[in-house]
């Protein structure tokens, strides 16, 4: 696949975000949360979890615990067993309640609103940040970058990288700042019902005849690849006015 370069790859990147806007215009955080904390935990759940998943966990843990002290006190074979389906769940229980005794410490228990104070907190990197400020707090730091966003964009053509600082560093220059909260839902939505990784729906891509993977990819799945919608045939000129006899009652026009 050749990689667009320069002014043809951004006009590619800007017919991708139209599509996806139209494609999913409702496209938002799977997550359930009802606040910063809440999402914060929750996004720490979801590695290596689906969303649908950590929601089944925090529907009760979320009542259980409601403050950053709730979560920095609670023993930690306590919080194992509470969120042992979510995987990973020794890992998951220390980061949850460090980050909970950096945010009494440092934030008065309270998630901050910035991209350096939310990384300084124990087990939060750049894509948990990221998550808690464009969906808890409406701020468009930056792009989360998670599998489907990585596994999209290289199938699209607007990157080649493999780190997800580098991806992402490379579609905030594509990506208007405005829609870079909104970019990474659609990628996940469109990853999560469409483009999947090992057998994507190429058929019913709205993608498909701007992707650049489609040859390759299509194989998977036997699609053909749409035809690209031809122009509108240009209006006929109108015939001229008809010079008929004055006074036959009829015009030239006239069909009987």
């Not at 410490?105 to 940040?129: D, I, W, Y």
């Not at 966003?149 to 990506?175: F, H, N, W, Y």
């Not at 405005?178 to 994507?200: A, E, V």
Request: proline share 5%; glycine share 6%; charged share 25%.
């Amino acid at each position: 696949m050749k990689l667009r370069k320069g002014q043809q790859l951004k006009e590619h990147a800007s017919e991708i975000i139209e599509r996806l806007r139209k494609l999913y215009p409702d496209a938002h955080c799977e997550l359930n949360f009802t606040n910063p904390l809440e999402l914060l935990v929750a996004t720490i759940l979801s590695a290596q979890c689906t969303d649908k998943r950590v929601n089944i966990v925090t529907r009760d843990l979320f009542k259980k615990l409601r403050t950053a002290a709730d979560y920095a006190r609670i023993p930690q074979e306590e919080l194992e067993a509470d969120i042992k389906s979510t995987g990973f769940f020794r890992s998951k229980s220390k980061s949850l309640r460090s980050m909970a005794q950096d945010l009494v410490n440092k934030f008065h228990g309270k998630v901050p609103a910035a991209m350096e104070e939310l990384t300084s907190l124990a087990g939060v990197g750049r894509k948990t940040a990221n998550v808690v400020l464009g969906n808890a707090f409406h701020i468009n730091d930056g792009i989360v970058v998670d599998t489907h966003v990585r596994r999209l964009a290289q199938r699209l053509g607007l990157t080649r990288q493999e780190d997800p600082d580098k991806i992402e560093s490379e579609l905030m220059k594509l990506v208007p700042q405005n829609d870079w909260t909104n970019f990474s839902h659609w990628l996940i939505w469109h990853g999560r019902r469409c483009c999947y990784s090992q057998k994507p729906d190429c058929a019913h891509c709205g993608l498909a005849t701007i992707c650049p993977s489609f040859d390759e990819l299509s194989k998977l799945s036997g699609a053909e690849k749409p035809a690209k919608a031809k122009p509108a045939p240009k209006a006929a000129a109108p015939a001229p006015a008809s010079s008929g006899k004055a006074g036959s009652g009829h015009s030239a026009s006239t069909v009987r």
